[in-house]
C-alpha cells in the first residue's frame, strides 16, 4: 500500500498541469477551460474512488466521502482557481491533500462515522471581479440578494455569461453548505515564519483583522523658493514624519501587528511648490483587536505632535475593520496533539492572509494547518514546498479528520 504522501503526489502532479504554462507558472482563473479541465479531472478522481461529485449554481465543487451515519458532515477544502502565472500549491494543496486522504481510507477500509466533504472553491482569488473569497461568499449564502449582472470581468463578461458558458445553472448565489461539524483547510503560509523557524507545520491561531485608514495632512502650498523653511506648512514633510513612525512602531512590534502605508498623493504635486495637502492610505493587521487599538492610539498621538512642529492639521477617517477571526479552539487543541503524537514539530501563529476559512469561520467551527513557503514566496511561479513538509502536513490532517469524523 502506498504512503499517503505518494498518494497525494500521484494526484497533484496531474492536476498541477492544467493551467500551467513552462517559465510561466499557472494561470487557473475561475471558470476558464483550463480551470473546468482540473475540476473534471477532480471529479473523475473522486468519482473513481467512491466519493459522490455536486457542484452549486457558482460552480464549487464538492467531493463527499459517504459516512455511516447521516450526520453533519465534516468540511475541509480550499480554492481551486490561481491568479495569473500563480504557483501550483496555493489553494490546490488544500483540496488534492484531502482527496489523498479519501483514497487512503478506501485503501485501508475505513469508512467515516460522519460524511467528509472536500470543497474546491471557485473564485477565492478576486481574479475576476476584485472581490476575494467570492466562492465561499456563495456557498454560505452571503452574496444573497445581490445582482448577478453587477459583477464583470475586466475583459466585460457579466458574470451570468461566465457561469453560463461554464454549463451552470441554477441561482449561483444560493447557499450550499448544509449544517455541517465543522470545517479545516490545509494551505501554505505564504510567508517565512516557518522557514525562518525550520518548522514542517503551522497550526494557525487566528486570521488577522484589517483595518484601512486614509489620512489627510492639510498644509499650505507655496512658493519653494521665496518662503523661508521655517514658516512653511509642508504637508509631505509632515506625513513622511508619521509614515517614518508607523514603519518603526511596526518594525518594533516584533510580529505584533505589520502596517503599511502604500498609496500617497500629494497636492498641488509640483517640484517648485510646497506640498500643500498630501493624502495617504493605511493598512494595519493583527489578530487582536487590542493591539490595532493601540497602534492607532500611537499613531494619530503622533500625529498630533508633528501638527504643531509643521504647523499642519492631521485628519484620520477609517475606511473599514474586518476584525480578527480566531480559529476553533477545540481543533486547534486536536491538530497540537495529533502533531505531537506523529512527531511533527510546530508553532501556533496567526494567519497574515485571507482564505475561504475566513468567511466559512463565520458559518462553522474553523481551523486552518500551514505547511512553509519557501523563501515565503507566493502567486508566483517560485512558489514552493516540498513533499516531505507536505506529507507530515497530510499524516496529521488525516488523523484529525478521522477523529473528527468519528465523533
Ligand atoms: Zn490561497
Redesign the pocket.
Known sequence: MKTLKDLWLDLFRPLSSFGYTEGQGTTRLSWSPAFLAAQDFLQQYAGKNGLHCEKDGWGNLLMTVPGKEDLPPVYTG??LDTVPHGGKY??ALGITVPLAIARFWREKGFLPRRPLTIIAFAE??GTRFGTPCMGSQALTGRLQGQSPEAFVTPDGCPLPQLLQQAGLKGDSFAPHLLPGKCFLEL?IEQGRSLEDAQLPLGIVSAIVGIRHFMITVQGKANHAGTTAMKNRQDALAAAAAEITEIYQSALASQGQYVATVGHIRVSPDAGNVIPGEAEMSLEIRAAEDSVMDQAIARFKEFSHGLEQQYDVIFSWKQLDQIPPLPMDRKIMELFKDYATKESVPFQIQPSWAG?DSMIVGHFLPTAMLFVPSKNGISHSPEEFTSAEDIGQAAEVLEKVLMHLTME
Open positions: 480550499s480554492h496555493d489553494g477565492e482569488e494551505h482564505h
